[in-house]
């Protein structure tokens, strides 16, 4: 069974646990986990964990499930009416228009609840479940992806700066990308000093992945993106290429996923770490003008 097969297990596993209060709430969370996706965050831990040389075991997995589920919830939310009023994610119809707008809001609120759960009820040691609880609610939540949000609906139809929109999808995107660097050095009880270069790769990957959606939100179809194209501009959003142009904001994807190359191939050689195991996602992010 391959990772990301057993990511998907890992949170069937978890909503079959028990007695469902109510199925339809299940059905609303498993189409929205069911319904495609790279799970680029939980597969980043899962292989960063392989690069330090630890076997995975289950509770991995839970983990890697908890941050794919705090991930699903977002999307859920994303597309909401009253946020990016999106009809369709990853091809097809969103949360709220195959259920509806309460069941949708609520099958998110429970993949919110539910993933430090899962953390909690993980085969790891007490003292690095709490670390990665902590971390998980600080990254997704007001200090992240939450914060993120706000700042970002609160910047439609307004000239941001640079600055700001940097502070934006810093907490926004950037956050929960941050979460798999800090989990698996905390994991793999690494030193203070190598902890510290995965965030910094993990903030790097971050502004990529943000700069990377940007541009495609401007160059590429239906087909390619699973949803609405060109919606930052009907929203009015202040984007890396509305700010800087499209040739720009490839030189800016480019330099920061070279950075986080060269974060890894210096850990690489300073530490016990296979390097080989996180290159190729970093290199998928790229794109070619």
Partial sequence: MDKMTQIDQAIRTYYQS????SKDLIDAILYSVDSGGKRIRPMILLDLLEGFGIKLTE??????????????????????????NDDYRRGRLTNHKKFDEATAILAADSLFLDAPGLIAEADLEADI???LIQMLSRFSGTFGMVGGQMLDMKGEGQSLTLEQVQLIHANKTGALLV???????RIAKQSEKVILALGTAGQLLGLAFQVRDDILDVTADFDVLGKT?????LADKSTYPALLGVEKSYEILDD??????????NLEEETDFKAGCILPIIERLRLHA
């Fill in 129 to 131: 479940k709490v670390s």
């Fill in 179 to 185: 979460f798999p660097f800090l989990a698996a050095g």
């Fill in 18 to 21: 028990q007695n469902a209060v």
């Fill in 59 to 84: 509770a991995h997995f839970d983990v890697a499930a908890a941050l794919e589920m705090i991930h699903t919830g977002s999307l859920i939310h994303d597309d909401l009416p009253a946020m990016d």
């Fill in 256 to 265: 920061s996923l070279n950075q986080a190359v060269a974060i890894f191939q």
């Fill in 229 to 233: 194209p060109n919606k930052d501009i």
